[in-house]
C-alpha cells in the first residue's frame, strides 16, 4: 500500500520561530490533507491540498505530486501551534476512500 | 464547513461489556464513514469503511465480529465495541465525506477505557 513519511518527527520552537514539516507519499494521490490534532485529540482541517500551494494566516502549504511531496510551513509560531500535525493522503483513482496517515510531526513551542 | 460529532466523548466500562459510539455528520449528508484507531503517541489506523445501507469493510486484522458498524442513515454511523477487554481501550475517531465534497471531516474522538 501507499507509504506516507512525516519529518521530522519531533520539533521544538521558541516563540516566534518559523518551521516547515515535510510530508513525503510513495505513490499518486487524490487528495493530501494537513491536520492539526489538539491537545484533547480533535483533529483540525488545516489544509485540503493535492497539488498548488495555499495559505491560511501564519500557516501556508505546497504539494509537488509530481514529486510526490507536500510541505507545511509555519510562521511566527505561537504556543498554541503545539501539538501534533498529521499529512494524509488518499491513493490515487479512488475517490471517496480512507485517508492514510502519516506518523505524525510533534511540535511544541515554547515562550 | 462541515461538522462531525461522536458520543460519548469518553466512556469507562467493564471487561465483558459492549460499548456503542455514534457518529453523525451534522449539517451534510454523510455517503461514507470511516472508524479509526489511535493508540497513545501514535498515528491513525483505519478499521473500516462505512457505506450507507451496506455492510462495511473491514481493514486485515480486524474483527467484523468484535467491532460491529451499522450505517443506518446518511448521518449517522455507530461502532459497537463487543465484549470488550482492556485491551480495547483507544481514542476512537469517526470521519465522513459527503457526496460531491472532497474534504474528510473527523469528529472529536471517543476516548474507551476498559478496566
Redo the contacts between chains.
Keep these: 500500500g501507499i507509504q506516507v513519511e512525516q519529518s521530522p518527527p519531533d520539533l521544538i520552537l521558541q516563540e516566534g520561530a518559523n518551521s516547515t514539516l515535510r510530508c513525503n507519499f510513495s505513490d499518486s494521490v487524490n487528495n493530501l490533507q494537513w491536520f492539526h490534532q489538539n491537545p484533547w485529540g480533535q483533529l483540525i482541517n488545516l489544509f485540503y491540498i493535492p497539488s498548488g500551494t495555499k495559505q491560511n494566516g501564519r500557516l501556508s502549504a505546497t504539494t509537488v505530486a509530481t514529486e510526490r511531496y507536500s510541505l507545511l510551513y509555519i510562521s511566527s509560531s505561537q504556543t498554541t501551534d503545539s501539538g501534533v500535525y498529521f499529512c494524509a493522503v488518499e491513493r490515487s483513482g479512488q475517490a471517496g476512500t480512507a485517508l492514510i496517515f502519516g506518523k505524525g510531526t510533534t511540535l511544541s513551542v515554547s515562550s | 464547513?462541515a461538522v462531525v460529532s461522536q458520543h460519548p466523548s469518553r466512556v469507562i466500562c467493564k471487561s465483558g461489556t459492549s460499548v456503542k459510539i455514534e457518529c453523525r455528520s451534522l449539517d451534510f449528508q454523510a455517503?461514507?464513514m470511516?472508524w479509526?484507531r489511535?493508540f497513545p503517541k501514535?498515528?491513525?489506523?483505519?478499521m473500516a469503511?462505512s457505506n450507507e445501507g451496506s455492510k462495511a469493510t473491514y481493514e486485515q486484522g480486524v474483527e467484523k465480529d468484535k467491532f460491529l458498524i451499522n450505517h443506518a442513515s446518511l448521518t449517522l454511523s455507530t461502532l459497537t465495541v463487543t465484549s470488550a477487554h482492556p485491551e480495547d481501550s483507544s481514542?476512537y475517531?469517526c470521519?465522513a465525506?459527503g457526496l460531491g465534497r472532497?474534504?474528510?471531516?473527523?469528529g472529536?474522538?471517543t476516548?474507551l477505557l476498559v478496566l
Design positions: 464547513g455517503t461514507t470511516f479509526y489511535q501514535q498515528s491513525l489506523m483505519l469503511t481514542f475517531i470521519s465525506v472532497e474534504t474528510q471531516y473527523f472529536p474522538g476516548r
